[in-house]
């Protein structure tokens, strides 16, 4: 499909371990953010790419998270020694470029609960 | 990033049209005023955006009010697929601009 892809679109694990999860950004977008998504709340940033780097990071919450996107397309968001306050939806957006008034294209997300 | 307010919930008829309303006393002169929405189980999508000037396009209207303290989302004739959170964000131009903040945004229901 053309949309911005996200694997898995559920993922259950138990406090403590490990978890990757995975964005596929529409072709030729240099731009990717993650966002993250509580219930009954709007997203929140986490982190944005432009191309290959991470132009701002300032939103991950501590240093469990982490985040790449080694050949500037693929990105996966890596959460170490989960707890269940990492419980919610990540969601992943891509655009053209990183500008004011460029269209955010978002994927349906990942639902992470953490037992 | 400039704060946004908006009510919590709207409901509308079916064929009506409907105004949702975003305060931001606070804007700065080359923040843009942009408008997603998030329909149940799925990521926010893009509605329209404008700087001073309304705005039109398939989805909704922009109406800017002339200082640009505030502004309201359109739609013309609210179907069952409206049914969606609605949120009004400013955005930034210039350096650092690439990231949208949401708030909590407006719940539209939709009524048959």
């Known amino acids: 499909g053309a949309g911005v892809s996200q694997t898995p679109s559920n993922k259950v694990t138990e406090k403590g371990k490990y978890v990757e999860l995975r964005c596929d950004p529409i072709s030729g977008h240099t731009a990717l953010y993650w966002y993250r998504q509580s219930l009954g709340q709007g997203p929140e940033f986490l982190i944005y790419?432009?191309?290959?780097?991470?132009?701002?990071d300032s939103g991950l919450p501590n240093d469990r998270f982490f985040a790449v996107r080694p050949e500037g397309s693929v990105s996966t968001l890596k959460i170490q020694r989960t707890e269940r306050g990492d419980s919610a939806v990540y969601l992943c957006?891509?655009?053209?470029?990183?500008?004011?008034?460029?269209?955010?294209?978002f994927g349906e997300g990942s639902r992470l609960t953490v037992l | 990033d400039a704060k946004t307010t908006q009510p919590n919930s709207m409901e509308s008829n079916e064929e009506e049209p409907v105004h949702l309303p975003c305060n931001h006393s606070?804007?700065?002169?080359?923040?843009?005023i942009h408008w997603y929405r998030q329909l149940p189980s799925q990521g926010p999508e893009y509605v329209i955006h404008g700087l001073t000037s309304n705005v039109n396009n398939r989805m909704a209207s922009l109406a800017i009010a002339e200082d640009r303290k505030s502004s309201t989302l359109i739609l013309h004739r609210a179907t069952l697929r409206d049914a969606a959170v609605y949120y009004c964000?400013?955005?930034?131009?210039?350096?650092?601009?690439?990231?949208?903040?949401f708030g909590k945004g407006t719940k539209l229901s939709v009524i048959p």
């Open positions: 606070t804007i700065s002169g080359t923040d843009y």
């Open positions: 790419f432009q191309g290959t780097g991470a132009a701002d």
């Open positions: 957006a891509s655009s053209l470029s990183g500008t004011s008034t460029g269209e955010l294209f």
């Open positions: 964000i400013l955005r930034e131009a210039g350096a650092g601009s690439y990231q949208l903040t």
